[in-house]
């Protein structure tokens, strides 16, 4: 377990260098040192750089155990030189132990950011690309001021409030369809008694769709909040108005507990557009990188 004298030193190097998301005490704990599912593998820090990367420690939920990938959580750096040596150390031990991919940074449960955001922090993405990452996927973050916003719901008759009575089947459907990730954050929500945050959507009688919010981290990551998602509907079912009813019926919701701004860290372009009209924007734009570690 690392020190508190080394969690500082990670604390001031990654303020240090991710100014627009400064990090304390207790989101490093609860994203990385006290995140039951990632085991640490040392080193992850030099005096010039840290490395939060680890391994999977157990299995998570319902998704097949991998114990042939790393992940790293967050990296920064004063020195470039200092990172890369680090990184060198890093892959010399997961080499031995037949790791074959490292990731940036879509570890889950409990990433910090889903990956690289280029435009904010270049450096860093420029130096793990010149070590051999490879970018695989652009997770969008979208932001909107709902305050102003009239939002209507037209025929939502199969849209409702998730109530106890439906949690079982509910989360059946969840299991059956959907990431273990949001099993995760909706099963979060439900433990906590705030089952009015999740929004089901009903064809036929059965469940074929969510949308939820909740806070951001912290122990107060599932009482009310801006953050919006998990949003899902199952595959059969897009294309039909369905997501577009959920997403309004749940920023309703939102509006009438007193909540004026929503945010989601981690949308793709097949739903951008689909935010759009409820007036998201996009503002950030999150790199997913890959490197294939070749024995």
Known sequence: MASFETKARIIKLWNNYFKYD?????????????????????????????????????????????????????????????????????????????????????????????????????????????????????????DAYIGDLSIKCNDCKMISNLE????????????????????????????????????????????VGYAMYSNGNGDFGFAPGERFGCFEVIKDFRSLGIGSRLLAKTLIKMKSNGIRHAYLL??????????KKYGFKITRKFDVMKLELKN
């Open 22 to 142: 400064p990090i304390d005490m207790e989101l490093l704990n609860k994203g990385f040192f006290n995140n039951n599912y990632i085991l640490p593998v040392e080193p992850i820090i030099n005096d010039e750089s840290y490395s939060l990367l680890g391994i999977r420690s157990k299995k998570f939920l319902y998704e097949p155990y991998e114990n042939k990938s790393a992940w790293i959580m967050s990296a920064a750096y004063n020195k470039r030189e200092s990172l890369i040596k680090l990184l060198n150390n890093q892959v010399s031990i997961l080499r031995n132990m037949n790791v074959n991919n490292i990731f940036y940074s879509s570890f889950s449960p409990g990433y910090f950011f889903p990956g690289i955001d280029r435009e904010k922090y270049p450096e860093l993405y420029e130096t793990l690309v010149d070590y051999g990452f490879k970018s695989i996927e652009l997770a969008l973050g979208m």
């Open 164 to 207: 106890s009575i439906d949690v079982k089947e509910f989360l059946g459907v969840v299991k059956s369809n959907f990431p273990a990730d949001c099993y995760w954050r909706a099963k979060c929500v439900i433990t906590k008694g705030y089952t009015d945050q999740i929004t089901i959507a009903r064809v036929d009688n059965k469940i």
């Open 266 to 275: 981690w949308g793709n372009n097949r739903v951008s557009s689909l935010y």
